[in-house]
């Protein structure tokens, strides 16, 4: 009884902190926001944010019963129409509405996790080479260190006439705002992962180098055996930053690209101009927040899944 007592209360304890930081945090909000006056009227507080977030969520499910309904009219011409001709071979379309904000959250979220994959693919083994020889950790140093502080802005303009030129896919799985947005991701976010793979593989203990050396290991199966568990706190510390950075890229990316994700819905709204707009870009705002938060807790989750010394 005790011990679940004192269970409870440590809890409790570490729950108020959080609880207590955020209510400051809405009170400062809501006192700011109704001084401050903008050409749209006042900023948004957090009654009018709930207010728009319940509007989106309306506004989402409006799309999908209109969805629904023209794909129910479909199927029902195509009953009618085989009815009369049973060797007809009939073709479906599919519901061509404008995308809903929970769409493009979806967008968003496949154009980040596509770019940090292919920056993650890219990135550990360079790394690891970077860390192995010191050779090759010369060569590449000065190339990172050039190019990691490059804004998205700058990449952008470069990216978008490169993939005009030579992507010409038709694919709308694949769309060119798509690629543009994805690889502007993986030529922002690839540095951290890069360099802090190479530092752990440097930091490889001598006692398991020379374990390595006595067993007469090959290259291959030093990196996997030796270098790799050693090397994932280091490892996933730069793949936490990498997709932080990502995120955070992605936003100005889509603006600017104009793939359906967030980022373009912020530029639509600012766009609009309208009085509510203030408030679906602030509660894009809070959205993007909590994205960003709940990607950083599964890639540490997935971190103390693989690493060894985590104790799990």
């Not at 100005?252 to 870009?281: C, H, T, Y």
Request: charged share 15%; net charge positive; hydrophobic share 50%.
């Amino acid at each position: 009884m005790n011990s679940l007592m004192n269970v409870t209360r440590s809890c409790l304890r570490q729950a108020i902190a959080p609880l207590l930081g955020l209510l400051v945090f809405l009170m400062i909000w809501q006192v700011a926001s109704s001084r401050i006056d903008t050409m749209l009227g006042k900023f948004p507080g957090p009654m009018q944010v709930v207010e728009q977030a319940q509007n989106l969520v309306a506004e989402h499910r409006a799309q999908r019963a209109k969805g629904d309904a023209f794909s129910e009219r479909q199927e029902l011409r195509i009953a009618e129409r085989l009815a009369v001709e049973p060797d007809w071979q009939p073709v479906r379309r599919q519901y061509t509405g404008a995308p809903t904000f929970f769409d493009q959250i979806i967008t968003s979220l496949v154009t980040v996790l596509a770019g940090f994959v292919v920056a993650s693919v890219l990135a550990i083994p360079l790394g690891i080479v970077m860390g192995l020889s010191h050779f090759a950790h010369q060569a590449i140093n000065p190339i990172v260190q050039l190019f990691r502080p490059v804004s998205p802005l700058a990449w952008l303009p470069l990216v978008t006439l490169v993939v005009a030129s030579v992507y010409t896919s038709a694919d709308s799985m694949m769309s060119r705002s798509f690629v543009v947005s994805m690889i502007t991701v993986t030529l922002c976010c690839i540095w951290p992962t890069l360099l802090n793979t190479a530092v752990g593989v440097q930091a490889v203990s001598s006692d398991l180098n020379n374990v390595s050396r006595v067993l007469r290991l090959n290259w291959f199966t030093h990196v996997i055996k030796i270098v790799l568990p050693s090397a994932v706190p280091m490892m996933f510390a730069g793949l936490r930053v990498s997709l932080g950075i990502a995120w955070m890229v992605l936003i100005a990316a889509e603006m600017l690209a104009q793939n359906p994700g967030l980022g373009k819905f912020v530029w639509d709204e600012f766009q609009n101009g309208s009085s509510q707009s203030l408030s679906r870009i602030m509660t894009a705002v809070i959205v993007i927040g909590l994205i960003g938060f709940a990607l950083d807790r599964v890639m540490l989750l997935l971190q103390r899944k693989v690493d060894w010394q985590s104790g799990e």
